[in-house]
């Protein structure tokens, strides 16, 4: 069992929302391992980064993705910091090298930025949120590049166009 894709990209690429469109088109459930994060913490993220730290956060994520990536076979959406895990960067590749599709969802901040809201419930996003974003993800942007087995960039499409865009190239690449 594996999931049938799993979506990774930078706060505001549009993660949850296309794993629901996703999930829909292929009649799939789907999971968030932020939500499977908040589940076993019993609090939200934010919460976990000011009571607990970072650091108690990311082990709390990998064990997430471990878990999601053994036991679910829908859509799979990952926090856009889990790619940061060693771990969880060598479960991606393994799971790609056995065919799994790794979906990079691409996004300029100008996209970003009203999706987000930049506000402060996003806990790596305090401060300067435009720069912290752009921070991130200079140094997020290789990882997802090179853990990417399919890319869109989702700037000016729907969910629901991204999500055809996904099935259409990982069709292709069955094929």
Known sequence: MAPRAVLVGPPG????????????????????????VEATA???????????GEAAFRTLEREAV?????????I?????GAILDDATQALLAAYAAHGGAVVF????????????GLNN???????NPRRQ???LM?????????LATVTVLTDKLTPAQVAREIADAIDRQAH
Do not use: C, Q
């Open 13 to 36: 690429s549009g993660k949850s929302t296309v794993a629901k469109a996703l999930a829909r088109l292929w009649e799939v459930e789907r999971r968030d391992t932020d939500a499977d």
């Open 42 to 52: 019993g609090k939200e993220i934010s919460e976990i980064f000011v009571d607990d």
């Open 66 to 74: 471990a878990t999601a990536l053994a036991e679910h076979d829908g």
């Open 76 to 80: 799979l959406s990952l926090g856009g």
């Open 105 to 116: 969802l691409d996004v300029t901040l100008s996209a970003a930025a009203p999706r987000v």
């Open 121 to 127: 419930a996003r806990p790596l996003l305090v401060g």
């Open 133 to 135: 974003w752009m921070d």
């Open 138 to 146: 200079e140094a997020r942007r290789p990882i997802y590049e090179r």
